[in-house]
């Protein structure tokens, strides 16, 4: 009949094919994770190409829910692209321990051969200077795009500043990493319950304030 089966997942798949933008964006998403998994080399040529991929997944996931929110502020929007693109390669760095247990490295061809990483080393969870190096560049376009979340943070209207809060794991992750001279193996990244404790606490205080740390 047409009609979508009565069922939480296509109920909300129909609205938002309703929303020619939400519909756009999702589909985008969708597309993007299937590069990822179909041609992950080219995803991960360059940290341009990373940070690309981390546009068209994680910027675009924030937008779908600014579409959803009836949020029409270009500068959110704006703010929300640097958001994404630093969540988005904060992340990347993040799965480094997990990614290598399925024998998979997301990181920049051109700066791992630049700095001779030994991916092999990497594959067996060894930390080195090479890896250093190679997860710096990327923590630093990370902090770069966090630096300008919080800069537009500050000129954004109250009700639209709570949408940029997910600007705040992705920064304390890029702390902690720095912390750790950029080893992303280092036992103290890993996460525990004290750590999901702080970062929620973390949100709901700054979430009240209105800015970001």
């Given at each position: 009949d047409g009609k979508a089966p009565h069922h939480p997942?296509?109920?909300?798949?129909?609205?938002?094919?309703?929303?020619?933008?939400?519909?756009?964006l999702l589909s985008k998403i969708v597309h993007e994770k299937l590069r990822k998994a179909e041609e992950p080399l080219k995803i991960s040529r360059t940290i341009d190409s990373l940070e690309q991929h981390a546009e068209s997944t994680y910027s675009s996931l924030y937008y779908l829910i600014l579409d959803a929110a009836k949020v029409n502020d270009s500068e959110c929007h704006h703010a929300a692209s640097h958001m994404g693109k630093a969540?988005?390669?904060?992340?990347?760095?993040?799965?480094?321990?997990?990614?290598?247990?399925?024998?998979?490295?997301?990181?920049?061809?051109?700066?791992?051969?630049?700095?001779?990483?030994?991916?092999?080393?990497?594959?067996?969870?060894?930390?080195?200077?090479?890896?250093?190096?190679?997860?710096?560049?990327?923590?630093?376009?990370?902090?770069?795009?966090?630096?300008?979340t919080k800069r537009m943070y500050n000129s954004l209207h109250p009700n639209t500043k709570s949408y940029l809060l997910p600007t705040i794991p992705a920064m304390r992750y890029l702390d902690q990493l720095e912390r750790c001279n950029f080893n992303p193996f280092a036992p103290?990244?890993?996460?525990?319950?004290?750590?999901?404790?702080?970062?929620?606490?973390?949100?709901?205080?700054?979430?009240?304030?209105?800015k970001l740390p």
């Open positions: 997942v296509t109920l909300s798949l129909e609205e938002v094919a309703s929303s020619r933008m939400a519909k756009y969540v988005g390669l904060a992340r990347l760095l993040m799965s480094i321990p997990q990614d290598v247990v399925n024998q998979k490295i997301f990181l920049p061809s051109d700066v791992c051969l630049e700095n001779k990483l030994n991916y092999g080393s990497v594959m067996k969870g060894q930390n080195s200077q090479s890896l250093e190096e190679v997860v710096f560049e990327v923590a630093s376009r990370a902090k770069s795009h966090v630096a300008e103290d990244l890993e996460d525990n319950a004290y750590k999901w404790l702080q970062l929620h606490c973390s949100l709901a205080w700054n979430a009240y304030r209105g």
